[in-house]
């Protein structure tokens, strides 16, 4: 592959996948909304991806080996995609979310009890309703951030998968940690804070593991997807699996405290992060069978607990 294309990209993984293009010698076009300049030696659209007319004037006479899409959250930035980039290029990698196999955000979804595999979730045959006011935030808040997210995604997943107008992966990423200072969601930071402190995590009564993956290794997961041939969703985890005591105890360890206090919660009570009630972890043979070699989380984490610690302690807001 020598020109690709990245929708956002502009922070976290994202921005070390343009890194890790740019310096494999691809030429990378970005497009996003101006808010954050890419790295140097990329080139730079910027355009509303929700404004078709707009992208389109952008891209110009453009055309791309691959399109990644960092930022596909609904199935009308998915439509909107699929006329703007059908004709402009021949494979698009979007990224995607374990979230699809929330079964909190719909019915549909089987309970899982051993780790799930892509076909859990079929975007072949998931209903797609455009007609939703998914850009509106009443509609986020009426139905909240999580099912708004999972289904965003499910239905976006569905819209590329249709009449396919070029090859389409989704990579359905596992809960991403580590980057130190790069990470904005503050999840990790949240055990660093309250282990060192002394102060509770709060986790269920009875929790669950679920499955990981290192920031440096999703974004080079997508840079091999992006080079494959291979189509249809993938799931995209580090071997092994953590419950959120295990990462409590794991942070703990690094910091050099002792055991981490825990509050146990009931069902529906608030949580930390990554403390779940069911099982919640994904299978990740079909990436592996296809040639990509996972690391296992227990190889990394002691690093990404590190950088988190570090930009913690330099007053950094992660």
Known sequence: MREVCVIGGSRYFGKRLILRLRDAGVNVTVVNRGSSPPPPGVTHLVADRDDEAALAAALGDRRFDVVIDQVCYTPRQ???????????????????????????????????????????????????????????????????????????????EAVFSRDPAFAFVSVRSAHVLGGGAEEFTGRLEHYVDRVRAGRAVRVHGEEYASTFIHHREIAEFLFWAAGADFTGPVNANSHGELTATELSEAVAAQVGVGRPVFLRKEHGDDVSPFSFDRYYAMDNARATGLGFAFSAVAEWLPGAIAETVGAVGAGVQV
């Open 78 to 156: 998915a439509a909107i995609a699929k006329r703007v980039f059908g004709g402009r290029t021949a494979r698009y990698v979007m990224t995607s979310t374990m979230e699809v196999y929330d079964p909190a955000t719909f019915d549909a979804v089987p309970v899982h009890r051993r780790p799930v595999a892509e076909d859990a979730v079929d975007p072949g045959t998931w209903p797609v309703d455009l007609e939703l006011p998914w850009g509106e935030e009443a509609f986020r808040e009426l139905l909240g951030d999580a099912w708004h997210y999972a289904e965003g995604k499910r239905q976006a």
